[in-house]
């Protein structure tokens, strides 16, 4: 009788890349967190809420690899070697990253190295921060009459610098969210206040969805200085647009504008 891998006690190499959402561990996909509770081992990083990893088997080895801007205990390189070797060696692996694996998440780049061993790879989307932030604040990236599309770009490159589709993003009317920019921040204020738009309502969100959430509301002028006052930290995000006038902190800042105009 000829016994199969299985039989023998071989696991077929497998991997998946799961999309932990913004931090909150329970806005996890239900796909996502099915396939923790298969997974043999577990590469997780920095922006992974570690509570996740309790939907996990006992037996499967949880591995952190880091990846924060600016503070990377792994490699990309070396992460796509160990995403590769532990499928190998124990079977089904999951990738598991903070937001969504696609949105500046650097997954197309674990998949392709993945194939090229032949090895089964499927992508589970995640919530991107970028968009659930924002709506869990109540700030629309859409809105009739305010926003008819939004960017979602980086503030800052592998190289260390600003994103050049920052220049283009901000001569449009679109809501404009920023991802790792907090850095940057002077810099893209003085980018939209070249523009003109000094008075473009701007929030600044750190660990949306997390106990540990806070958010800054202001105006391109004053978010600089909001930002020093509320200790708003990485990792966060930034929203330039008219929607997020709709944040109720927004309100008083509209009452003030008003009320100046009156009395001009």
């Known amino acids: 009788m000829i016994l199969t891998n299985t039989q023998l006690g071989f696991k077929e190499p497998k991997i998946t890349l799961v999309g932990a959402g913004p931090g909150d561990p329970e806005l996890i996909t239900l796909k996502g967190a099915n396939a923790l509770k298969t997974a043999d081992v577990i590469l997780y990083d920095a922006l992974v809420n570690e509570a996740l990893l309790t939907y996990a088997s006992p037996t ?21 070697k160990l995403m590769v070797d532990y499928a190998l060696n124990y079977g089904h692996v999951v990738r598991l990253k903070g937001g969504d694996p696609f949105v500046f998440g650097r997954g197309y780049e674990e998949v392709d190295f993945a194939l090229n061993y032949n090895i089964p790879t499927q992508v589970i989307p995640g919530l991107s921060s970028s968009i659930s932030v924002p709506g ?3 700030i629309p990236v859409t809105h009739r ?14 190289s260390g610098e600003m994103s050049n589709d920052l220049y283009e993003a901000v001569r449009t009317k679109a809501t404009v969210v920023v991802l790792m920019g907090l850095g940057k921040l002077a810099e893209i204020v003085k980018l939209f206040q070249n523009e003109g738009k000094y008075k473009l309502p701007v929030a600044a969100i750190q660990s949306g969805s997390t106990e540990d959430e806070k958010i800054a509301v202001g105006i391109v002028d004053t978010i600089e200085e909001l ?11 930034l929203i330039f647009g008219e ?11 509209k009452n003030f504008y008003r009320t100046l105009q009156e009395e001009q």
Do not use: M
């Open 60 to 80: 499967a080895i949880k591995i952190y690899v880091g990846k924060r801007s600016g503070a990377h205990s792994y490699s990309q390189e070396a992460v796509n």
């Open 136 to 138: 869990l604040q109540q």
């Open 145 to 158: 009459g305010l926003s008819e599309s939004f960017w979602v770009v980086t503030g800052t490159t592998a």
């Open 227 to 237: 930002v020093i006052e509320k200790n708003i930290q990485a990792p966060a995000l």
């Open 243 to 253: 929607v997020v006038s709709l944040h109720p902190s927004f309100q008083p800042i």
